[in-house]
């Protein structure tokens, strides 16, 4: 796993013009809940345009680990094909040896939900970065299930050890922060539960877990009230069944070439198969009002999801204020606005970002220190970032940028060395391929030029 291997540092700098055509790797909430449900479903599912990064890797080592049959397969086009044999809706196996989830919050938090209540023992690890990062938002409704923890180090946090009991009790759980991940949890927590689980999500996030379920039999509704408010009801110990999926290209992955494709002057870039499920577009947004040329081109359904085509160009942006209520829809996306902000004219303001502290690193803070690294005027608050732009890049660059074993840090500030007067480098760039194990061939196909400790000038 990489984060036992040393670090591998990068620079990026700066590009003519960026040009082509972008096949993105597939969406990776989408890629993590796939191989769980059609872990658990019972026959077989098949899984096309899978992201094979090292995240859903081992959500797919967790859900063999608990009995599921998971093989990678050649398609009738050619591409990739995931084969999975589930094993049946309450029939998940007691895992021999702790579950490891590398860097993935995602598999973690969500596979603590799906096993919890089984009356058995599962242990989960991670690595640095995940042990940091607060487990007890999934822990607190999992207890109220019943759901024993065996073992936590202090805070909640992994390795973590839990045990369900006989028979696990139903909750009505309001979800207290933005978090698609703890909503999640407990619905899974739902699926091995007796009776009607019901979750409250005063701000709506992402609802892939709640339209995958529906895909696969789940009985879920969802009941929204004039306030937004959603209320979800799952209903426990029914049958899944095997779905065939097609993962469309993650929205949060086409936010790197996006912004490149926006910073670097001259560029024209068409970025495919874009997920445009509107809990995923807040990016997209807020780069169009920042007077960000993005065509959205031929939007289509796919596999239950809106999907369209980016044609994006260089632009000349401006500074934007950023409603609070957009970040559920673009929570991953800051690092990466932040950089688009520091080209931009005057200051663009970003609030209500409370949850980035929690992420893969303390992002608000990661962010902050690598726009300082590289002469970007800005000021983190509690939950809040400004930045000041200098259009044209003048200036700014040249700094070495501290990722904290976070993929979004070193790709964020990878395309900032594209677009900066001088050369930006990141510290590690081994982390990307939890998303994004692409993202170097692709940059370089589109004129990028990032030098590796292999290839560094
Ligand atoms: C995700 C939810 C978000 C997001 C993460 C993926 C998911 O986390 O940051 O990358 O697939 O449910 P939170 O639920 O912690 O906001």
Not at 14 to 20: D, V
Not at 286 to 295: F, P, R, S, V, Y
Not at 419 to 431: G, Q, W
Request: glycine share 12%.
């Amino acid at each position: 796993m990489s984060h036992d291997q040393p670090p591998r540092p990068a620079t990026a700098h700066r590009a003519h013009s960026l040009k082509g055509h972008v096949r993105l790797p597939g969406d990776k909430s989408i890629s993590h809940r796939s191989m769980m449900f059609g872990g658990l479903a019972s026959g077989q599912t098949r899984v096309t345009g899978l992201l094979e990064g090292e995240d859903v890797l081992r959500t797919a080592d967790a859900m063999r680990a608990f009995g599921a049959r998971i093989e990678r397969t050649v398609g009738d086009d050619g591409g990739a094909e995931w084969v999975i044999d589930g094993v049946g809706n309450g029939a998940l196996l007691e895992p021999k040896e702790p579950l490891d989830f590398g860097n993935a919050g995602t598999g973690a938090r969500l596979v603590m939900g799906l096993a919890g209540t089984y009356d058995m023992e599962t242990t989960f690890t991670g690595d640095a970065s995940l042990s940091k990062r607060p487990m007890g938002r999934v822990l607190d409704p999992l207890r109220l299930m019943g759901v024993q923890v065996l073992q936590a180090s202090p805070g909640d946090r992994m390795p973590i050890t839990l045990r369900g009991p006989r028979f696990a009790a139903p909750i009505t759980y309001r979800v207290p922060m933005a978090s698609a991940q703890v909503k999640s949890a407990v619905l899974l927590a739902g699926l091995n539960t007796a009776g009607v689980t019901t979750v409250i999500e005063p701000v709506m996030t992402r609802d892939h877990t709640e339209k995958m379920l529906v895909g696969f039999g789940a009985r879920l509704d969802v009941e929204t009230d004039a306030t937004g408010v959603r209320t979800i009801r799952i209903e426990g110990q029914g049958n899944l069944s095997g779905q065939r999926i097609a993962v469309p290209g993650d929205p949060s992955s086409a936010g790197f070439p996006l912004v490149a494709a926006l910073l670097v002057p001259g560029s024209e870039v068409v970025i495919e198969n874009v997920l445009m499920n509107p809990t995923r577009t807040g990016l997209i947004l807020t780069l169009q009002e920042m007077g960000g040329d993005i065509e959205v081109l031929n939007p289509r359904q796919a596999g239950g999801e809106d999907v369209a085509d980016l044609r994006v160009r260089g632009s000349h942006l401006r500074g934007v204020v950023v409603p609070p209520e957009r970040a559920p829809s673009m929570i991953d996306e800051y690092p990466v606005l932040a950089v688009a902000a520091s080209f931009a004219e005057g200051e663009t303001v970003m609030d209500g970002l409370d949850e980035l502290r929690v992420k893969e690193s303390d992002r608000l803070a990661a962010v902050a220190r690598g726009l300082e690294a590289n002469g970007v005027d800005c000021t983190e608050g509690e939950a809040s970032l400004t930045v000041r732009g200098r259009p044209g890049g003048k200036g700014l660059g040249g700094g070495t940028v501290a990722t904290h074993l976070d993929h979004r840090i070193a790709m964020s500030f990878l395309v900032m060395g594209l677009a900066a007067e001088k050369a930006v480098s990141v510290d590690d760039t081994l982390m990307i391929a939890t998303s994004f194990p692409e993202f170097m061939g692709l940059m370089a196909d589109l004129g990028a030029e990032i030098s590796d400790v292999e290839t560094a000038r």
